[in-house]
């Protein structure tokens, strides 16, 4: 890998690493140093499309959902979701670059389901971004989604099942509040962590997350 590789890879992985609060898993503790404020992170993450984390509010990560974890052949076949399950959702976020195009992209990002609206094939979700604030200016608080754009995260305590080496999920990136593609390189402690290998990182720079935000779904 030339140099000029070198450098943008890390620049990627030291964005993506930008951590502003204390994560959302139960594993790690809170920030070693205070970093911008939530607003200047949502911005960053817009922007520059890094994954700067956020404090869960109070009882969102109760670890309550009455959704287990999703297969994809679960989400093919309309998952039914409940009001307070905790997901992952994708949206549409609308992102400025430096030169002033405004290009449209999807993410994954965590989320909570707020309200069933519908029944049957017609039955849709209003899913609140719970790191929303008026200041973030990082889209709306709560969104319309499907089943199809959406991949229950698992319970707290739940028995799941180890992955292969090498299977593709979707997983939350250390410190964040988004979902990124990753590829399965190991388990640690009895299985309940897992490392990954996440899209665009160096290879060999791998990253430890809890089972439970490691989901069996390609993004």
């Known amino acids: 890998m030339s140099n000029e590789l070198e450098a943008a890879a890390e620049a990627t992985s030291t ?33 520059a499309a890094s994954r700067t984390s956020s404090q869960p509010p109070k009882g ?13 052949r679960a989400t093919r076949t309309k998952v039914v979701y409940a009001v307070g399950d905790k997901v992952a959702f994708r949206r549409k976020q609308q992102i400025k670059h430096p ?33 929303y604030t008026p200041e973030s200016n990082d889209g709306p608080e709560f969104y319309k989604s499907s089943a199809s754009q959406m991949v229950p995260i698992p319970v707290e305590g739940s028995t ?10 979707l997983a939350l990136y250390p410190d964040t509040s988004q979902f990124y593609r990753a590829e399965v390189k190991g388990t640690l402690n009895g299985g309940t962590q897992v490392q990954l290998l996440f899209e665009d990182e160096l290879e060999g720079v791998l990253k430890t997350v809890s089972r439970r935000f490691t989901l069996d779904h390609k993004g």
Do not use: C, H, M
């Not at 309550?64 to 994809?72: F, M, N």
């Not at 993410?107 to 039955?123: A, P, T």
């Open 15 to 47: 964005l993506r690493g930008n951590n502003t609060r204390a994560s959302f898993l139960e594993t790690d503790g809170p920030a070693d140093s205070p970093g911008p404020s939530q607003a200047e992170a949502r911005q960053i993450r817009k922007l």
């Open 60 to 72: 969102f990560d109760d670890g309550k959902s009455a959704t287990p974890e999703s297969s994809e």
């Open 99 to 131: 030169d002033g195009k405004v290009t449209e992209e999807l993410e994954w990002i965590q989320g909570k389901v707020n309200k069933v609206i519908g029944e049957g094939k017609s039955r849709r979700y209003e899913v609140k971004d719970p790191y």
């Open 160 to 169: 799941l099942e180890d992955y292969e080496i090498g299977k593709r999920v």
